[in-house]
């Protein structure tokens, strides 16, 4: 009976000590979560949330002050086969935000970046992160030239009261 007691005495310290053991090793799993983030941190500081991700920037961006009214219209067209199924140009979403205001929340070079290759910085851009889960849609490449961006950008700027 005495070496039963025992017995069963030490199989309830085994099981204390590897539980304490498992609580000991949470904290140096938790202690590696920091670690990741920081690394997902530094990848993430590569992004630049002003000019996006892509060709575009300000040197090979440039605009006028006042409208191009040719290119507003060419962009008013494009964006109506494009665009407009998901976008208004208030400022009410429909599947997409609404684009009044748009130039003015983000940067031309922006804007170009991700209209014409809207998945990569759909990933990185803490902005559209938030659109996406009020969206709940991931904006389609629509396979923009840069023409048509360009366009487009004008008719977004003709929207936003330039003239
Ligand atoms: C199938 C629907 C859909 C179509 C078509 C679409 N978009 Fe979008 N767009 C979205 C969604 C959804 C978002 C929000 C970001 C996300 O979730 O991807 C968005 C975001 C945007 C933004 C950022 C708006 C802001 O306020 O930051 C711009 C600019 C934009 N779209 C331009 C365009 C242009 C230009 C076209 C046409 C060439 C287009 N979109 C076609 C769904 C669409």
Not at 21 to 41: I, L, M, Y
């Amino acid at each position: 009976m005495v070496k039963i007691k025992i017995f069963a005495a030490c199989i309830a310290m085994i099981l204390i000590w590897s539980c304490g053991n498992k609580q000991s090793s949470a904290p140096g799993t938790s202690g590696d979560a920091p670690g990741s983030s920081t690394s997902a941190e530094a990848a993430d500081s590569d992004y630049d949330p002003k000019r996006g991700e892509g060709k575009f920037n300000e040197s090979n961006l440039t605009l006028e002050t006042s409208l191009n009214v040719p290119m507003a219209e060419a962009g008013e067209i494009a964006s109506g086969v494009k665009c407009t199924s998901c976008h208004k140009l208030s400022e009410e979403r429909l599947v997409g935000p609404g684009w009044k205001g748009v130039t003015t929340r983000r940067t031309p070079h922006w804007i170009m970046n991700f209209i014409t290759n809207p998945e990569p910085m759909i990933d990185k851009d803490p902005e559209l992160q938030a659109q996406l889960e009020l969206c709940l849609v991931r904006m389609p490449n629509q396979s923009l030239t840069e023409e048509e961006a360009r366009n487009i950008l004008e008719f977004m700027r003709k929207n936003d009261g330039i003239n």
